[in-house]
T-cell receptor, first 112, second 118 residues
Framework: GNSVTQMEGPVTLSEEAFLTINCTYTATGYPSLFWYVQYPGEGLQLLLKATKADDKGSNKGFEATYRKETTSFHLEKGSVQVSDSAVYFCALRGAGANNLFFGTGTRLTVIP | GAVVSQHPSWVICKSGTSVKIECRSLDFQATTMFWYRQFPKQSLMLMATSNEGSKATYEQGVEKDKFLINHASLTLSTLTVTSAHPEDSSFYIC??????????????FGDGTRLSIL
């Protein structure tokens, strides 16, 4: 079946530090992969996505590369800001499916 | 861009009350909408898939008589938590996908409804 395993948090970083949040998945076929972000008090927003192997999704300085050989979609950012403090969810949608499978979320706190 | 509107954003009510949450796709049609539940510090869990004009499909362990879903039009799905109790307190989020934009497009999420049952 489909599942997403995400690095547990919380993660606390200083401003301008490098961020990696690990995400691995299990799926049949070729799923689409997503990172969603939930800022405090708000709903989910799509951060980036990748729909096939070796695709790199990027947005707001965040990047993630769809690695089929390692079944991973790790989220990275070279220099985090205080405004990046949020909960980040890795998600998967199976090929031909509609609904999403989510990881448990990773809370990121960036301190000045 | 495509927007999903969810209402209300916050509900506080007494135990035994039924609460209705609306989910609207504002500028696209969604034959399918999804209802998720998020417990504190946990991930989103899919509760049910709402299908326009037909019965919703519930995930294992979700009581369909407890969480009534109605998807009467292509832009509106409602979730009614019947006779809510404190254990139903949670964050409920709906989502929808504009099927006309292609299978690779992501879902659009509402802002969620925080339900607190006293």
């Amino acid at each position: 079946g489909n599942s997403v395993t995400q690095m547990e948090g919380p993660v606390t970083l200083s401003e301008e530090a490098f961020l990696t949040i690990n995400c691995t998945y299990t799926a049949t076929g070729y799923p689409s992969l997503f990172w969603y972000v939930q800022y405090p008090g708000e709903g989910l927003q799509l951060l980036l996505k990748a729909t096939k192997a070796d695709d790199k999704g990027s947005n707001k300085g965040f990047e993630a590369t769809y690695r089929k050989e390692t079944t991973s979609f790790h989220l990275e950012k070279g220099s985090v800001q205080v405004s990046d403090s949020a909960v980040y969810f890795c998600a998967l949608r199976g090929a031909g499916a509609n609904n999403l499978f989510f990881g448990t979320g990773t809370r990121l706190t960036v301190i000045p | 861009g495509a927007v999903v509107s969810q209402h209300p954003s916050w509900v506080i009510c007494k135990s035994g009350t039924s609460v209705k949450i609306e989910c609207r796709s504002l500028d696209f049609q969604a034959t399918t909408m999804f209802w998720y539940r998020q417990f504190p510090k946990q991930s989103l869990m899919l509760m049910a898939t709402s299908n326009e004009g037909s019965k919703a499909t519930y995930e294992q362990g979700v009581e369909k008589d407890k969480f009534l879903i109605n998807h009467a039009s292509l832009t509106l799905s409602t979730l009614t938590v019947t006779s809510a109790h404190p254990e139903d307190s949670s964050f409920y989020i709906c989502s929808a996908r504009d099927l006309q934009t292609g299978a690779s497009q992501p879902q659009h999420f509402g802002d969620g409804t925080r339900l607190s049952i006293l």
